[in-house]
């Protein structure tokens, strides 16, 4: 063969038939052994992950052949596909989106600078594309053995996720470890999935917790995806699979528009399922009874659907998006059902920070309101609950998509304002015949604008009472805010979801000026 000379098509097919060598060989990643144990892990290869969420048959790949630069403590002349990360593009719904995985079979997904060029380059294609960016984290971190080139790595990641914030939507999916310093990229990106039992995140992990303070724990009560979930807030979707997973990205993307100036895509009108949720009948006339809100929620959207955003979290306050005759809102309601839905340290994080994620992305939010104001308590005092409480007032005020409140029950104090009250610039405000808008509740504020008549009294008890009911008639009600038109008017419970449409239709084209700036200050 040695010197013949091979015709066109012949060699065509022989350099083919050697990509597709090449390809097969990068492929495999990490190998059979390490495939089998991330298996074994009940972790699935990265390249089936992005399989199983794209449209199938929609990804194409880029970087497959990349080779890392290290040189050191034995890095010289090892094989690592890929350098440990799979990048590309492709579509879910149809809709474009860029997605890298990292391959755990591969040096343990660590990110050298090649690992980092790779994600950074699908990052700028990304924003320079105007789609939406998922993350598939499975990492030990940064690569060691080449040190401050893996730490300068995570900065350019980090700087870019800074970047496209609030410009296009950006995903971290955690399916393995994601430690140290790594968990900063999932922390500046807009939502964060976890999947039971294979997701863990720390900044430093039992190791040092036990070198540096004597404190035993294991990485699943460390950092597990119940712990994120339920206690530090970090993330925002919780599954019990990695298919479980796939499914709420997918929704998610479905609500949400693919940069921060288009629109999100307007579906189909379904009306809600009124005969399981009977708007009339959800919501007790007594203020102290609780009651789910995400009912009320599903009264009032298209087809009675609702998905909720952090479910596991500061459980008083609910957040999430649903549709309304056709168009995606994202929803702020109190949650009667927990801690009577006062706003406290957590809640008001977790709404100030949806709130601003739908204004940037243009999403219209409705506020359901009912709550008896803030938990008092040292704990809260102390935890920093007036700047925690300021970030909601500051997101809220600083909202320009169309902003809907309705009153259900009550809004008492703080609480009031604080939940898109037109003071803060809500469009409208509709309040329910239940509705009481007030300094506080009837019980506390008699107590105190009456203690001496009520002390002084031959029977206190019945002059208490008394004094309620007096003070209920003259403020305990929607009434008197309608009287200053800080509502735009009280409704009928049934005429709610009409409101709701009327009010996104009219503003629709909304124009908001505001003063020239580089930027606010809020409270973080
Ligand atoms: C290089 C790494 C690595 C790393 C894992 N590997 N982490 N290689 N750098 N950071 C390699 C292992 O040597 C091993 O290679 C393979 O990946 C699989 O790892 P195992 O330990 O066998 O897997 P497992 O038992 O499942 O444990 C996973 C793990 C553990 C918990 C993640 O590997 C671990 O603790 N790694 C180090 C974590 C860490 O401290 N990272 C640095 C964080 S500091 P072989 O060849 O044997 O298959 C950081 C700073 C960033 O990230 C700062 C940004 C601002």
């Not at 089936?48 to 890095?75: C, K, V």
């Amino acid at each position: 063969m040695c010197g013949t000379k091979l015709k066109p098509m012949n060699l065509l097919k022989r350099k083919i038939s050697e990509l597709q060598e090449r390809r097969a060989k990068a492929i495999q990643g990490g190998g059979e052994t390490a495939i089998a144990k991330q298996i074994a892990m009940g972790k699935l290869p990265a390249r089936e992950r992005i399989s199983q969420l794209l449209d199938p048959g929609s990804f194409f790949e880029y970087d497959l052949f990349i080779e890392h630069e290290a040189r050191e403590f034995g890095m010289e002349g090892k094989d690592l596909a890929g350098d440990g990360v799979v990048i590309g593009t492709g579509t879910i719904h149809g809709r474009p989106v860029a997605i890298y995985a990292q391959d755990f079979t591969v040096a343990g997904g660590s990110l050298g600078s090649m690992h980092a060029r790779k994600i950074t380059k699908i990052m700028d294609y990304a924003l320079r594309m105007r789609i939406p960016i998922i993350g598939i984290n499975d990492s030990g971190g940064a690569r060691i053995q080449e040190g401050v080139n893996s730490l300068a790595g995570y900065g350019e990641i980090f700087f870019r996720n800074t970047l496209s914030s609030g410009v296009i939507p950006q995903l971290s999916v955690i399916l393995g470890p994601c430690a140290g310093g790594a968990v900063y990229s999932p922390a500046l990106t807009d939502f964060v999935f976890v999947v039971d039992k294979i997701s863990k995140m720390f900044i430093t992990g039992p190791e040092v917790i036990k070198s540096v303070l004597g404190e035993e724990i294991d990485m699943e009560s460390l950092g597990g995806a119940r712990v994120h979930s339920e206690i530090t807030g970090n993330a925002h979707f919780f599954a019990l699979s990695e298919k479980e997973c796939f499914e709420q990205i997918k929704t998610l993307l479905a609500y949400i528009p693919s940069h921060n100036e288009c629109n999100c895509n307007i579906e189909k009108v379904v009306e809600p399922d009124i005969k399981k949720y009977k708007i009339e009948k959800i919501v007790p006339v007594d203020p102290t009874k609780p009651y789910d809100v995400r009912d009320v929620i599903k009264a009032l959207t298209d087809g009675s659907k609702f998905f909720e955003v952090q479910e596991l979290w500061a459980a008083n306050i609910v957040i999430g998006f649903g549709r309304i005759a056709g168009r995606t809102v994202g929803f702020v309601c109190n949650q009667p059902m927990v801690l009577a839905g006062v706003l406290d340290c957590d809640s008001s994080d977790k709404a100030a920070r949806f709130i601003r994620y739908c204004d940037a992305f243009n999403i219209p939010i409705v506020t359901l309101e009912d709550l008896p104001g803030y938990l008092p308590g040292v704990d809260q005092e102390h935890a920093g609950v007036i700047r925690h409480g300021a970030k909601l007032l500051y997101a809220y005020s600083e909202a320009t998509v169309p902003k809907v409140t309705i009153i259900l029950r009550k809004a008492y104090g703080g609480g009031y304002i604080a939940m898109n009250s037109r003071h803060l610039r809500a469009d409208f405000v509709f309040a329910w015949p239940l509705a009481e808008i007030a300094v506080m509740g009837p019980e506390g504020a008699a107590n105190i604008i009456f203690r001496k008549e009520i002390s002084e009294a031959a029977d206190p008890e019945a002059m208490r009472k008394l004094k309620v009911e007096e003070y209920k008639k003259k403020f305990a009600n929607p009434y008197v805010a309608a009287a200053k038109g800080y509502i735009d008017a009280v409704i009928d419970p049934s005429e709610t979801r009409k409101f709701l449409i009327h009010s996104f239709d009219v503003s629709s084209h909304k124009v908001v000026k505001r003063p020239s700036k580089k930027h606010g200050i809020p409270p973080f």
